[in-house]
């Protein structure tokens, strides 16, 4: 259930409605929108009746939620939400690049990546410092140093940097260099890791996990909104199906179905979506020609000799031929392209 | 295996190439092009050593080809195939819009749908007569009463026609009405009625099964095409997944990957890709910026009372709208929208 | 809806209710019962007004049957559908096995299979004449020459013979020689071959699409129910998912599933289940102890010589050791093994 | 690559050959069997030349390890591994069963519960005390009083206890109470959570999780079993496929494929493999004459009041009537039914 305040309500008014709603034992949750604020109702089993708040001033109507996500749908929430992160804003008919290496893998390659993304037009540095690896074997990252130098990149770009956060015990770490904290598909019903980053206020980009509906991945975002966190970006990075010529199947009927629902900023992965290098350019002009938020893509200096996911990296040549077909379809998608403020 | 000519051998070199394979108790399918004529050899189980041809006179080069599909593989033909529908050129650069009915209601359904889809710039008319439905105890279609209607339309618009065929015994009829074929996608392995259309030179429109692999998709079209008919195009029309809420997964990777494996036009059906109304759209611009060679979509004057498929199906002002957006972007995916002789 | 006819009704009470359905434009299936007859109605959009038959004497009751599937459910048939195939009963409380190659491949080896089958304790053999493969290029069958070998066999070891029909053409030929007529599951959903089986009243074995639900699967039952033909055995064959390292996934819980939601018999096909022959009979032990009806099982003189399907084909001594497990799953299972006449 | 050393060889001669190892750059793990010890050589990129261990003494051979996952493999080891769970062994010949409702909700219940578990025949007691729930809003379980409920229940009956760990913060909490941790399907790729637990030497029951391939189910133990901990035991918890009559697809072909390509033992979840009380005895039946290793089902005193997972938990009686039937399949599946030391 929502109770929507009407605009002239005042801080107290607000204040009275959450109360009650805890007197009843429930959770109030103050959703401040830019004209009025709405508070959310959770943990009811059924419906709660609109007569516990007659007595309660400065309410101009009350609404029933019929999805199990509730925080995180439109009806809770009609409008776009807009995640500032560090100054540049997510959502709305902004349209946001990110590119970037796999893996942070040394000095030389961070800072070029990062060149190479800031002159394509992106305004977001990816790299992984701490890698979830399917074997115990593989390259693991290479953690705080690879942070230290993806903020290296940072100072020297103006970029915005994503970058995975794979557990609790190494968040606090990541959370300190990281503008936009990644949790990788795998990690999506980690539901420990979701409420310790549902307690943070840093913006979260929410992988949709490999065989995880519509449904759960919403309720995946729910976990991070409820816990107090309303920064959350969407990605859609393909699903497991019973093609295997393709790493995934990228599932652009998801985003479009997703941005009918929500009202958080949905973006696409291309380069996990196919994995094959040459095709994901093709993906990427759908995902922008559909009507998504942005697009977080994998390049690097080298691909081929790349530590981890080479065969899905754009070279930067082919970055920034993609780039020039994405400046001309993002208005045709009814967005504009976000830059970084000069 | 594939023989390639000189571009200067004559039509008895190319003979007595076909003769030597066929010696050798192997099938030879000469496959001209607009320069030079290659010859695939089916039926072999191993590598055919090409000392076999040397006293062959006119033979550029021999090449192996390691694919199961042979003659529809990009291996054996380069350049793409360009499909001739009654003087409409499908493949290539040309980009071709299809639209009208799931299926043909009455006259007055299908001719105002006719015109709707000649308005909005479509070059095919869709619409079903003989109608494979899940149930028996749904609506089966008008069978040739649709296809004379279909005739009627064609008629006063110019429209190509294309309709679903669904068995060998209404085949005669279905193929004496249709400009081009369409097997639907539970069909796409009945291997009699592959071979049926194999016979005829009736353009086909060949639809992706629900759990077909790309290779078994392609292994498909190779039985219409060994059986002699190259006429065929491609159609993905979305996979079945564990996701619920779509009605199919629209797979555009797959037509990413197709384009390079194969010669064949690849089409798309956004309607079937999604089934919902209101999110086809964003599917067929995601289709068309991707650079598929054309889409299927399905348009009814009043889709709320439609026969089938009524609730994937859009209104003509929404096909109109569509239009305008497919304008813009199918000369950034390199291509020029098809359109009927004036 | 149903209609139960009293124990006591007179074949013309029977008539009167029938007619009174096809006055109201719709469709009367008689359903004779051990006990007493009833009556289902196809055709209706909506629900039918009891009352409409309150002037049929010999009528017990009404019942609304609420599954898209109609004559193949529960609701229509408490009792256990037990189909006859020349005189072995299928369903009920026995077990059967069935057993041979994939392919019919000349006459020694389909002779030594029956004798093999016979002698585990089989009472149907197996073996293709028309093969639907996935190329082409492969071996298609033996055809006619292919039927008039399981002839042979059968006119020697007194078993009943399996073989999948492929297509409309051929139907009249395969029904001549097969004791029961299968339909693979590439065909499942081939409703022109499906209402042609269900016009012949030949029994039929009808094998799960690869990527149909319980649903559809039942649906693809009723299109041969509702034509006339109720001597439907369903098989459930392994269904296509993610996982690669085997052929298929043998959806047992569907087993379970059909068999309360439908009175057909239902088997299992271990082979195609998992395709690796050492795991076969893993899958045997499983399938039978979950309580099937039979068990449909390659095996091959020498498997890794087949023409076809060699991976996943028993040798004979694997099937002789396997049925010595089946002899003691099947009473724990509630069953009893079918055996020939003596 | 695994080095097996002789039955004769010293520890300073296995310690030698680890040392060796170490030297070039990998890790050596050593593996005591019965008779012999291996050492088992990771992190290695290619094949290590054997010439490198020329002069150690005591090695009987070496043996090149193909597989990703290379501590679980059979070629690493090819007897069964037993897990000893607190006297307790799991594997080998042995088949246990674990009941129990899904989650501890009060003393009564979990007290109920595990006298009925004792009386049927299991050998642990499963209970949730942290709940990882698809909602934020759904019940979370009881944490420490659940997990002290667990252990009254273990005293007062001598129950086993198996209980799920979700995160690296309650882990040394639960392990605390616990003989056996599961990994819920939902972490089975949460790698810092393995490499936690592979830390201590508590033994593991780890889940497959809803997409993960064999392989990756197997890649999963092996982090586990890299770092350092043995005692691991999987479960098969059925998967996510197209199919939603029921609620995962129970895959026991993976279980056949398992049992042979590691030396771990492999239980069976069939509550969650289908998700219907109803079908649960006849897929657990299927998995015990599988050959698996053992079932873990849920039961409830009242399952239509449960907290969580109420649909597809037993009844006592119906655990009874189970227990009847694998006291029958057992000893055909070539196994013996663990008891509890009397």
Chains 1, 2, 3, 4 share one sequence.
Do not use: W
């Not at 804003?89 to 893998?105: K, T, Y």
């Not at 002159?119 to 990816?126: I, N, Q, V």
């Not at 920064?231 to 990228?250: P, Q």
């Amino acid at each position: 259930m929502l109770i929507v305040m009407k605009p002239t309500a005042t801080e107290a008014e607000i204040q009275q409605v959450v109360d009650r709603i805890e007197e009843m034992g429930f959770r109030g949750h103050k959703l401040p929108g830019r004209q009025l604020t709405a508070i959310g109702i959770t943990g009811n089993k059924g419906p709660v009746p609109a007569e516990r708040f007659e007595s309660c001033t400065g309410i101009a109507e009350t609404i029933s939620v019929t999805q199990p996500f509730k925080l995180t749908s439109r009806q809770m929430q009609a409008e776009d939400t807009i995640v500032d992160v560090g100054g540049i804003l997510v959502g709305g008919h902004l349209f946001h690049v990110m590119a970037g290496p796999c893996s942070v893998e040394n000095e030389e390659q961070i800072l070029r990546s990062a060149d190479a993304a800031r002159s394509a037009g992106a305004t977001f540095l990816r790299g992984g410092a701490f890698k979830p690896r399917t074997s115990p074997y593989e390259f693991q990252g290479l953690k705080e140093e690879g942070l230290q130098l993806l903020a290296k990149a940072r100072e020297r770009t103006g970029l915005k940097v994503v970058t995975e956060v794979k557990d609790t015990e190494t968040l606090p770490m990541v959370a300190a260099y990281a503008d936009l904290l990644q949790i990788g598909a795998r990690n999506m019903q980690n539901f420990s890791l979701l409420e310790a980053v549902g307690r943070l206020q840093k913006p979260v980009l929410l992988k949709r996990g490999m065989a995880a509906t519509i449904k759960e991945f919403l309720m995946a975002a729910e976990y991070v909104f409820s816990t107090g966190n309303q920064n959350v970006i969407l990605c859609e990075r393909g699903i497991r199906t019973f093609e295997t010529m393709t790493r995934n199947t990228l599932d652009l009927g998801a985003v479009a179905v997703l941005k009918e629902m929500t009202h958080l900023p949905v973006i696409v992965d291309p380069s996990h979506g196919i994995g094959i290098r040459r095709h994901v350019p093709a993906l990427a002009r759908a995902a922008t020609a559909l009507g998504c938020d942005g697009l977080i893509i994998e390049a690097h200096p080298d691909p081929d000799r790349a530590l981890s996911d080479g065969a899905q990296s754009l070279t930067f040549e082919m970055l920034d031929h993609l780039m020039a077909d994405i400046r001309k379809l993002v208005p045709i998608a009814g967005r504009v392209l976000g830059t970084l403020p000069s």
